[in-house]
């Protein structure tokens, strides 16, 4: 970028002298005088060195425009390549059956409705799409669009509760986007979708669960907030 901007300067420079000095060729008392080996008249002179300075300036804020580009372009770059978004405020990380993308549970959290409402990611951590939520039980148009919480649940002393539907079988869950009829769902590169599902609530003298999500091995004794 600055070998471009010292170039296009150059030109500019060379240009403008050009242009000054064909507007001051007939003036009958100019003087002449050299500049960068060059005849130049006295107004030819003073419109070249304004130039010259301009372009020392202008060279001046390229480079440092350049180098914060630069950096913002390195940190955008390690934000997107983390292999572990989100996961230092996380209740832990499992790889997903699809390579390349992780399962991150984000919270377990008891609410006043009596249930647990469960958080978690998708996280794609490679340069091209990856597919999720295809081997989801959610195989029809009906219950395609919540087929990456479709098969949630969560153990408790070896009692199972399993994802929340109100009276009209729809799932108290999110919903994926993309085609209804299709449970899978194509996260594109280093992006991170997030989702929820509500199940039973345990005992209140319950603390911690064994939370399992499809696709991911089972995220064990995790604290209920």
Known sequence: MAFLARSVCGRLESRCCHVFKRSSKHAASASSTAYHGQSYSQPDLVGCSLIHSLK?????LIHRLSRLSLTLAILCSMLAWSPNVSSAASLGVHDY???????????????????????????????SPQTIGKDSGAQSSTNGPWSLAWDVYVVS?????????????????????????????ALGPHLTFTTWAKVPAPGKDVTTVTVYIRGAEPFEDVPIS
């Open 157 to 185: 002393a070896g009692t199972k509760y399993e994802l929340i539907k109100d009276q009209t079988g729809t799932p108290l869950a999110g919903t994926k986007p993309g085609n209804a009829g299709d449970p899978s769902y």
């Open 97 to 127: 059956s699809t390579p390349g993308v992780q399962v991150i549970l984000l919270s377990v959290k008891r609410t006043s409705d009596g249930y647990l409402t469960l958080r978690w990611a998708y996280h794609n951590t490679t340069s």
């Open 56 to 60: 020392g300036i202008n060279l001046m």
